[in-house]
């Protein structure tokens, strides 16, 4: 995550292909981790239960982080669009004027379509000739300043994912399972299970 917060306009696509590699062979593994550990955690016939409540806060925190992070990803770019533009080579009276429009960017409307000509189509006819040089500065300060808003996206995901570590290390260790309830575990008698192990259940009934 922290490599993917050093998202810029300008950087290559093998890296970026190589930063996603990495987080997500880091984020992965844990899923399952996760779900073993909780499943580990309660008797056995509580297994169910323990794994949907799992799954339903993990909808639950992924609906909350995806408001969260899809405002934040908007606020940036809307305050980030005016200082890229002049990065870029906008001049400032169309800067100013491109935001006292009041124009935004529908990303999901522009996938797969040209993203200047979709600008200059939304300009009025008669100013029209005095944007379209600057049109690829305007595109190119739009890109720049996404790229730093989805940065941010990963910044904060890098915060909370160290504040959900601390809580990790806070978790009290339980054995794994070695056999199921009732079951001889290995290399002597069957004993009874432990309450982690379900030791609410019956045991079965003997030959």
Excluded: C, Y
Excluded at 2 to 13: E, G, H, I, K
Excluded at 178 to 194: L, M, R
């Amino acid at each position: 995550l922290w490599l993917m917060s050093n998202l810029r306009f300008d950087t290559p696509l093998p890296l970026i292909w190589a930063w996603m590699f990495v987080a997500g062979a880091g984020v992965g593994p844990t899923l399952s981790v996760f779900t073993i550990s909780v499943q580990n955690a309660v008797p056995v016939r509580d297994l169910g239960a323990a794994t949907g409540n799992l799954t339903f806060f993990r909808q639950i925190g992924g609906s909350i982080a995806l408001a969260v992070t899809g405002t934040v990803l908007a606020d940036t770019v809307a305050e980030r669009i005016p200082t890229e533009m002049a990065t870029a080579g906008v001049p400032a009276p169309l800067i100013s004027a491109f935001a006292a429009s009041g124009a935004g960017v529908d990303v999901q409307a522009t996938v797969g379509t040209d993203l200047g000509q979709t600008i200059l189509a939304g300009i009025p006819e008669a100013f029209q000739a005095q944007v379209e040089p600057f049109i690829g500065n305007i595109v190119e300060g739009i890109h720049r300043a996404f790229s730093l808003a989805v940065a941010q996206t990963f910044t904060l995901g890098l915060v909370v994912s160290l504040v959900a570590l601390g809580a990790v290390l806070l978790m009290r260790e339980i054995p794994l399972r070695t056999f199921a309830p009732g079951e001889a575990p290995a290399g002597g008698a069957a004993k009874p299970p432990t309450a982690a192990q379900g030791a609410d259940q019956p045991l079965p009934a003997a030959d």
